[in-house]
C-alpha cells in the first residue's frame, strides 16, 4: 500500500513538472533563431572585415622593403644549447631563417 502512494506522488509531480519543462524549451527555440542572426551578422561585419584589413596590413607591410637585421651580440643567456636539437646538425631550431635567426656563434650568411 505504501508503494503505491509513493508512486501516485511521484507521478502527480512528474505530471505538474512537464509544462514547466516545455515553456522554457519553446523560448529557447526562439532565441537560438536570434542567436543564430547574431553570428551570422557578427561572420560578415566584424569577423571578414577584420580579416581583410589585416590581409591589407601584411600586404603592404611586405611591400614596405626589407628592414636591416640587427647587429649580432653573443649574449650568453641567449640561444643556449643544453642539448642537440633532434634534426639536422642539431644546432638549428626547427623553422630556422638564416637571414633572421642567428646561431649562437652569429649569423651564417656573414
Known amino acids: ?48 572585415p577584420g580579416v581583410g584589413i589585416s590581409m591589407l596590413n601584411v600586404f603592404l607591410k611586405s611591400h614596405h622593403g626589407e628592414e636591416e637585421r ?13 642539448k642537440p636539437f633532434p634534426w639536422g646538425d642539431g644546432n638549428h631550431t626547427l623553422f630556422h631563417n638564416p637571414h633572421v635567426n642567428p646561431l649562437p656563434t652569429g649569423y651564417e650568411d656573414d
Do not use: D, N
Not at 640587427?70 to 643556449?80: K, T
Open 70 to 82: 640587427p647587429e649580432f651580440v653573443a649574449y650568453p643567456h641567449l640561444r643556449i644549447r643544453s
Open 1 to 48: 500500500k505504501m508503494a503505491s502512494v509513493v508512486s501516485s506522488r511521484v507521478s502527480g509531480l512528474l505530471l505538474r513538472s512537464r509544462p514547466q519543462l516545455r515553456r522554457p524549451m519553446a523560448s529557447r527555440a526562439r532565441g537560438e533563431e536570434g542567436s543564430a542572426r547574431m553570428w551570422k551578422a557578427l561572420t560578415f561585419f566584424v569577423a571578414l
